[in-house]
């Protein structure tokens, strides 16, 4: 994404809320994120409606920068909708959503907001299984447009430290040449999350991530993310309660749109509104 198409996401005045000062004075160059008030995602009042049904209700939502969070909720609570809305899927109705301090995610399309530094991994693995572990990642790095040359081609060394080190944070640095498509479920779940941060996202997505997994590639899995906070900020769906225990931090309930509850998992689980809607079904 261009220099000049990001700062078409602040003009006219538009910013994030709390932000102080005009915009007009801010200089938004290629790659920058803006996190002067810590908070790398901004939902404010995001409504959406599909054929009169309300998907999300006036939602509000703040993500710190670096912060793990997950997201629970009974299905049909808005928890796709939202993630849809983040990354340029589906446009609100009405409401903003910012990107650090001053990238409008509504005036950007879904390649603009990938680029940005967003990235989304849904509950099914998508990798290229023909090929080896780190020929994936190698694909994923260089899907990048700012990497001029032809797949496949000499790794600078740079390159092959950087596949390197994301094959060691995953723990596949002993599958690296293995074709993808023999992994096992959750092998695959990782190697596609290697592929996101080979793009080097700020923000991750992360919608179900554990399903299928067996126990303990769970266990790894949070132990992934968990390494994975501070250097990124984690969106989490999820509906296993053992594993957004283990991930720790804070959890926001969402229902029929909007947010029903917020704080640490205990706290949620004493909520009486949230027993009666979700956790005591």
Known sequence: MSTE????SIEDGAQAPGHRGSPSHHVVVEGALDLSHNVI???????????????????SLAIDAGELRCIIGPNGAGKTTMMDVITGKTRPDEGKAFFGQTIDLTRLTEPEIAHAGIGRKFQKPTIFGDHTVFENLELAMKADKRVRRTLFASLRDEDRDRIQAVLKRIRLETQADRIAGLLSHGQKQWLEIGMLLMQEPRLLLLDEPVAGMTDEETERTAELFVSLAGSHSLVVVEHDMSFVEALGGKVTVLHEGSVLAEGDLATVQEDSRVIEVYLGR
Do not use: C, H, Q, W
């Not at 901004?42 to 939602?59: C, P, Q, R, T, W």
């Open 5 to 8: 198409t990001i700062e078409r």
């Open 41 to 59: 995602l901004y939902l404010e009042d995001i409504s959406v409606s599909f054929d009169g049904f309300k998907a999300l209700n006036k939602l």
